[in-house]
């Protein structure tokens, strides 16, 4: 059974950044889509970013330019470097292994953006 540990949300002001990873288990990892979703409080769950076994990336419209998604296939692992963080990105952040709601997701980790 796939397990995925999120680790590195946290508090930070306005217009700082945090880096987020995901430690994946199981085997094949280089040859899932990776992506990070998010959920604020009364909000729907949306994509933040994803990439692809070939490295190629998408990014929700609200993080483009600020957000970086990346992989190290030896690891095991996938990052999101967000830069550049405002309060409407506050909310629990969530790796996932696969597509969408098909997919195995992590427990979440807290992203809170104030000052």
């Known amino acids: 059974q796939v397990q995925l540990v999120e680790s590195g949300g946290g508090l930070v002001q306005p217009g700082g950044s945090l880096r987020l990873s995901c430690a994946v288990s199981?085997?094949?990892?280089?040859?899932?889509?990776m992506g990070w979703y998010r959920q604020a409080p009364g909000k729907e769950r949306e994509l933040v970013a994803q990439i692809g076994s070939s490295g190629a990336t998408n990014y929700g419209d609200s993080v483009k330019g600020r957000f970086t998604i990346s992989r190290d296939n030896a690891k095991k692992s996938v990052y999101l470097q967000m830069n550049n963080l405002k309060p409407e990105d506050t909310a629990i952040y969530y790796c996932?292994?696969?597509?969408?709601?098909?997919?195995?997701w992590g427990q979440g980790t807290q992203v809170t953006v104030s000052s």
């Open positions: 996932v292994r696969g597509l969408g709601s098909s997919g195995s």
């Open positions: 199981g085997s094949f990892f280089s040859l899932y889509t």
